[in-house]
Every structure is written in structure tokens, then in C-alpha cells.
T-cell receptor
Framework: DGGITQSPKYLFRKEGQNVTLSCEQN?????MYWYRQDPGQGLRLIYY???????QKGDIAEGYSVSREKKESFPLTVTSAQKNPTAFYLC????????????FGPGTRLTVL | SQQGEEDPQALSIQEGENATMNCSYK?????LQWYRQNSGRGLVHLIL?????REKHSGRLRVTLDTSKKSSSLLITASRAADTASYFC???????????????FGAGTQVVVTP
């Protein structure tokens, strides 16, 4: 089956620890995105990548980092510098930046204790 | 930044009724999209309407776009309990804007359809 997978579904971490969220796609898409969603709100763009080894900051990149070493993978690290990391994180992909329709993964709910 | 604003924030209807939600946005767009999200899940793309289009249909969904008013509406006809979800509009700016290729989401409308 083609699609986007995110793991784990639920993640708990202690305050001050870095944590890495996984996002993998087998759709052969060039562009990938990370969003954050807080309760009752829409999605906000954290980082996006148009192609391997290239990525750009979105609207709320502070306290986050990403890498794009492989086309299929776009992991997001939530660092200890992120002041309020508890949220629902969604990964998405498109064939290319100009394609517009985005395909979303199931999300990871991160809770920092 | 969140470009779109949905109205109403929440909507409760009975099966068989129509559900209408609206989206307003601030800057010029290339296209506007509607997505659906079931509780605790990822988003699913429903429909895309381009800036030069005024109306689009997909099954029980009807979307309109008024670029002069910077607004769009999503109509779900003959609603079903399975339509219970949050619905988000998202805009993509033109090629010369900072939001080219990036979706900017509103806060969503939560729809509850009771049997």
C-alpha cells in the first residue's frame, strides 16, 4: 500500500529532552511538510522540503529541526528550545511544490510531561 | 500565520440536512482547498478550486469561490452521521507570493451530524 506513515502514534517525553518524530512516504513524492496542530486550531507549517538535502523554515520553525537525507524520509526533531512542544504533529507530502493537494500521515501526538 | 477563517466554529445538524460552512481569507490566492479531519487523525483532501473558478462539485460536496469577497463556502448535501468531522479551508498563494506551494489553514469548522 502506498502512503505516509508516522510513528509513533503517541509519544511522551520529559521536559528538556529532545525527541524525533518519524515520517516516511512511499509515494515517490518530492515535497514533504511538517505541521503542528493545537486543540481547536488549524495547522501551522513548521518546515518543508522540496527536494532531498534541501529544506526551508515555515511559520513556526523555532525550536524544531529537520533533515532530508532520503526522498522517502523527513524526520522532525523537537528540541528542548521549543517552549510549548505538546501538540499533534502532522506530516504531509506532494509530488512537487506546485502540485498543491497534500497527502497527510495519521499524525503523532506528543505530550511533554 | 493563519490565512483563513471558518464560520461557524461548530455546526450541529441531523442526518439528511445540508451543512454549509464558510471561509474567508486575506490575500490573493492561486487556489483554495477544503480538507476533512476525523478526530485524532490526519487530514483528507476533499476538493480544490482555482482562483479562476467560481463553483465546483464532487459527489455531495459543492464549493463556491468569490475572489472579490475573498470568501469560499462548502456545502455538504444530505448529510450522514459519517460526515461528522472537522472541516478546514486552506489557501495557496500565487507564484510571486511567499505562500506559493504552501497551504495556509483556517481554524476549522467542527460538524456533528446526529442520526
Amino acid at each position: 500500500d502506498g502512503g505516509i506513515t508516522q510513528s509513533p502514534k503517541y509519544l511522551f517525553r520529559k521536559e528538556g529532552q529532545n525527541v524525533t518524530l518519524s515520517c516516511e512516504q512511499n509515494l515517490n513524492h518530492d515535497a514533504m511538510y511538517w505541521y503542528r496542530q493545537d486543540p481547536g486550531q488549524g495547522l501551522r507549517l513548521i518546515y518543508y522540503s522540496q527536494i532531498v538535502n534541501d529544506f526551508q523554515k515555515g511559520d513556526i520553525a523555532e525550536g524544531y529541526s529537520v533533515s532530508r537525507e532520503k526522498k522517502e524520509s523527513f524526520p522532525l526533531t523537537v528540541t528542548s528550545a521549543q517552549k510549548n512542544p505538546t501538540a499533534f504533529y502532522l506530516c504531509a507530502s506532494t509530488p512537487g511544490l506546485a502540485y498543491n493537494e497534500q497527502f497527510f500521515g495519521p499524525g503523532t501526538r506528543l505530550t511533554v510531561l | 500565520s493563519q490565512q483563513g477563517e471558518e464560520d461557524p466554529q461548530a455546526l450541529s445538524i441531523q442526518e439528511g440536512e445540508n451543512a454549509t460552512m464558510n471561509c474567508s481569507y486575506k490575500t490573493s490566492i492561486n487556489n483554495l482547498q477544503w480538507y476533512r479531519q476525523n478526530s485524532g487523525r490526519g487530514l483528507v483532501h476533499l476538493i480544490l478550486i482555482r482562483s479562476n473558478e467560481r463553483e465546483k462539485h464532487s459527489g455531495r460536496l459543492r464549493v463556491t469561490l468569490d475572489t472579490s469577497k475573498k470568501s469560499s463556502s462548502l456545502l455538504i448535501t444530505a448529510s450522514r452521521a459519517a460526515d461528522t468531522a472537522s472541516y478546514f479551508c486552506a489557501t495557496v498563494g500565487g507564484m510571486t507570493t511567499d505562500s506559493w506551494g504552501k497551504l495556509q489553514f483556517g481554524a476549522g469548522t467542527q460538524v456533528v451530524v446526529t442520526p
